[in-house]
């Protein structure tokens, strides 16, 4: 593969071989980024700490209801939120899992934490999460209140969610780069041997050619899901 790349034959190549040859570089180097998955996360634990973090502010340590094993609890609600995280569910959905988990923690004894992160009055969040329990009406003010909460909930995780995804896409790039450039220069020495020395700059090239191919498998699986899903509610 990486013979095709070097001076000495590259003029009796067309385009599409060269970049066959880069492509073929390019899903050697996503695989073996991608087989670090199987390793608790490997490369798609990068940027679940801004989403841990934005979490971590709505929702706090204890709640007071309940115990620290208890679905609603904070370290349930990450694990929930990883689990999605690294098996790479839309977008989307994750952020409507997110805001249901928050919504579940709002009670007394957390409405003063919510409302300082989200920048309501903690007062009416309270009087809020107890007709809620209760099912009763809100008055207008509280249902403008709650509209603010619910809007300020959806921005920081859209804030978490796109640092977290941002952090993902360039970790894995980085890493497909030190993968790719050194799969070239060990696939060069192996066919030059001691010659390789005069082929290292063209295989250090082709192997930045091919890093970008390494972040494309976590956007397929993602878009295919959400047409799988949509598609079952075309047959409905």
């Given at each position: 593969?990486?013979q095709a790349?070097t001076?000495?034959?590259?003029?009796?190549?067309?385009?599409?071989?060269i970049?066959?040859?880069?492509?073929?570089?390019?899903?050697?180097?996503y695989g073996?980024?991608?087989?670090?998955?199987?390793?608790?996360?490997?490369i798609?634990?990068?940027?679940?700490?801004?989403?841990?973090?934005?979490?971590?502010?709505?929702?706090?340590?204890?709640?007071?209801?309940?115990?620290?094993?208890?679905?609603?609890?904070?370290?349930?609600?990450l694990?929930?939120?990883?689990?999605?995280?690294?098996?790479?569910?839309?977008?989307?959905?994750?952020?409507?899992?997110?805001?249901?988990?928050?919504k579940?923690?709002?009670?007394?004894?957390?409405?003063?934490?919510?409302?300082?992160?989200?920048?309501?009055?903690?007062?009416?969040?309270?009087?809020?999460?107890?007709?809620?329990?209760?099912?009763?009406?809100?008055?207008?003010?509280?249902?403008?209140?709650?509209?603010?909460?619910?809007?300020?909930?959806?921005?920081?995780?859209?804030?978490?969610?796109?640092?977290?995804?941002?952090?993902?896409?360039?970790?894995?790039?980085?890493?497909?780069?030190?993968?790719?450039?050194?799969?070239?220069?060990?696939?060069?020495?192996?066919?030059?041997?001691?010659?390789?020395?005069?082929?290292?700059g063209?295989?250090?090239?082709a192997?930045?050619?091919?890093?970008?191919?390494?972040?494309?498998?976590?956007?397929l699986?993602?878009a295919?899901?959400?047409?799988?899903k949509?598609?079952?509610?075309w047959?409905?």
């Open positions: 593969m990486l790349l001076p000495s034959v590259a003029s009796d190549l067309d385009l599409s071989k970049v066959l040859a880069i492509g073929g570089l390019g899903t050697a180097a073996l980024v991608d087989i670090t998955k199987s390793m608790g996360g490997g798609s634990n990068r940027g679940f700490g801004d989403i841990k973090k934005i979490i971590s502010q709505l929702i706090p340590a204890s709640s007071g209801e309940g115990d620290a094993a208890s679905a609603r609890a904070l370290p349930s609600v694990a929930t939120l990883r689990a999605n995280w690294l098996n790479g569910m839309a977008m989307a959905d994750q952020k409507s899992v997110a805001k249901a988990l928050i579940l923690n709002l009670n007394a004894n957390s409405a003063a934490v919510m409302a300082a992160a989200t920048g309501v009055n903690a007062t009416m969040l309270g009087q809020i999460s107890a007709k809620l329990v209760t099912q009763q009406s809100l008055e207008p003010a509280e249902t403008d209140v709650y509209g603010r909460f619910d809007l300020s909930v959806s921005a920081l995780l859209d804030q978490g969610y796109q640092r977290a995804d941002q952090r993902y896409r360039n970790s894995a790039k980085i890493a497909a780069v030190f993968v790719s450039v050194l799969l070239a220069l060990v696939g060069t020495w192996t066919i030059y041997g001691n010659e390789a020395h005069g082929h290292y063209v295989a250090f090239i192997g930045l050619l091919a890093t970008p191919l390494a972040p494309v498998a976590k956007d699986s993602s295919i899901q959400a047409g799988a949509a598609a079952q509610s047959k409905r």
